[in-house]
């Protein structure tokens, strides 16, 4: 059973403070990693993907992925109260002609004016 | 450049009705993907197309499921005798085949709702 665990939150954040948002897999053979947000009734939306080792940088956001440890993460700096939301990981799993995503089931984040 | 477009985004039926959801891809994108989702969890995956070839289907995709791609551009999703437990969020996604990361595009969802 491949698995995405996130900490379901909820996650408070003062306005302007960083929130960092934690991501695990069980599936050593994932080679990508995706990083929704989603309001309450929406459907997710993409915020960034990453699938080598180190961060990726774009512009509020950062995601750092550490493959050895089998962990991901999302750094939101600067967060606004339109950031309030639920935020999903993502892992394609391992396995020739497999494009499915295995969801996590997201982290509730607050930021609180 | 329209994104991802579900038909309807929302329906009510009564349990053992059939319930039959459309999906239109982003116009140039190739594979399309039908998720489930309930609430408080994250997006489960039931099945992809490549073109108009059903590729992958889940565990989850039981006999009394069932999805088309006919001519590889819009993808119908079927639900036949439905149950309660079918009451979920249906979202559709679509990528383009060698683009950076594969990402995929959801669309709005259709939620279903069976009393």
């Known amino acids: 059973q491949k698995e995405v665990e996130q900490n379901s939150g909820p996650l408070s954040v003062p306005e302007g403070a960083i929130a960092s948002l934690n991501c695990t897999y069980s599936d050593r053979g994932s080679q990508s990693f995706f990083w929704y947000r989603q309001y309450s009734g929406k459907s997710p939306e993409l915020i960034m993907f990453i699938y080598s080792n180190g961060d990726k940088e774009d512009g509020r956001f950062t995601a750092q992925l550490n493959k050895a440890s089998q962990y991901v993460s999302l750094l939101i700096r600067d967060s606004q109260p339109s950031d309030s939301a639920t935020y999903l990981c993502a892992v394609r799993t391992s396995g020739a002609g497999s494009y499915q995503l295995t969801f996590g089931k997201g982290t509730k984040l607050s930021v609180i004016p | 450049d329209t994104g991802v477009s579900q038909d309807p985004r929302h329906k009510i039926t009564k349990r053992g009705q059939n319930v039959t959801f459309r999906c239109d891809p982003i116009s140039e994108h190739n594979r399309l993907y039908w998720y489930r989702q309930t609430l408080g969890q994250g997006p489960e995956f039931l099945t992809y197309?490549?073109?108009?070839?059903?590729?992958?289907k889940s565990r989850l995709l039981s006999d009394r499921f069932s999805a088309e791609r006919p001519k590889g551009s819009f993808s119908t999703l079927e639900i036949q005798r439905t149950e309660q437990g079918d009451s979920a969020m249906y979202l559709c996604?679509?990528?383009?085949?060698?683009?950076?990361?594969?990402?995929?595009?959801f669309g709005p969802g259709t939620r279903l709702t069976v009393l």
């Open positions: 996604a679509s990528s383009l085949v060698g683009a950076v990361g594969d990402t995929q595009y």
């Open positions: 197309f490549q073109n108009e070839a059903q590729l992958e």
